[in-house]
């Protein structure tokens, strides 16, 4: 049973529009919440990250919102360039664990120019 | 500076066969993780180090996998008696093991092919 879901294997957004990626987790001793991205041939590449204390951080063009009750993240890229298409993985780590990861799947960005 | 990094890049080997995969992580990292991500699927816990020990080996499958890391810095996978469904890159990653923070950072990984 999956406990980090993508649902979206895919998303295509034209260039300076907003990239939303979605992700929901279902285990509620998850308390810190990562995103990577990834490129192929090369290792994820974090992202941004948020705690479970918070309900948003901000990055540059980088947005992640946290939504404890709904057990929903979502990343935000504005504006979309080119150079954002790569998969996005959603992770999380649990409170009281080592502090390994669970993925999700991954979503598949294209940023159309 | 340097980051993570991995070796070898591509491992092809038969079946039944001994693999070690070396893992670098980043100079003065405490914490040293180990994923493994099959097709289509995201990275998955294999095992965590914390210095010389490991701290958690709760997700390596079955015991023909054993990693070891006998300095505190450079950690090798190891896999006996490979099978085909042993396919898959294995990703290292470290972090500087300061609490806060969970970030890791990867290496490029290693594509072990079982043929």
């Known amino acids: 049973d999956q406990q980090v879901k993508q649902n979206s294997p895919s998303l295509s957004v034209q260039e300076g529009r907003i990239s939303i990626l979605n992700c929901d987790y279902t285990?509620?001793?998850?308390?810190?919440f990562l995103w990577y991205k990834k490129y192929p041939a090369e290792g994820p590449t974090f992202l941004i990250s948020?705690?479970?204390?918070?309900d948003k951080n901000e990055d540059g063009r980088f947005t992640v919102f946290l939504n404890k009750s709904a057990k929903h993240l979502s990343l935000h890229i504005v504006p979309s360039q080119p150079g954002d298409s790569a998969v996005y993985f959603c992770?999380?780590?649990?409170?009281?664990?080592?502090?390994?990861?669970?993925f999700g799947k991954g979503t598949k960005l294209s940023v159309k120019p | 500076g340097a980051g993570v990094s991995q070796t070898p890049s591509n491992k092809v080997t038969e079946k039944g066969k001994y693999v070690e995969l070396r893992c670098d992580p980043i100079s003065g990292h405490t914490a040293l993780y180990w994923y493994r991500q099959s097709l289509g699927q995201g990275p998955e816990f294999l095992i965590y180090?914390?210095?010389?020990?490991?701290?958690?080996d709760s997700g390596l499958p079955n015991d023909r996998f054993f990693a070891v890391r006998p300095e505190g810095s450079v950690s090798t996978l190891k896999i006996q008696r490979t099978e085909r469904g042993d396919s898959a890159v294995y990703l290292c990653a470290s972090s500087p093991g300061t609490s806060g923070s969970n970030e890791q950072y990867f290496g490029p990984g290693t594509r072990l092919t079982v043929t």
């Open positions: 992770a999380a780590s649990a409170r009281g664990s080592q502090g390994n990861l669970i």
């Open positions: 285990n509620s001793m998850f308390d810190y």
């Open positions: 180090f914390q210095g010389t020990g490991a701290a958690d």
């Open positions: 948020i705690s479970s204390i918070k």
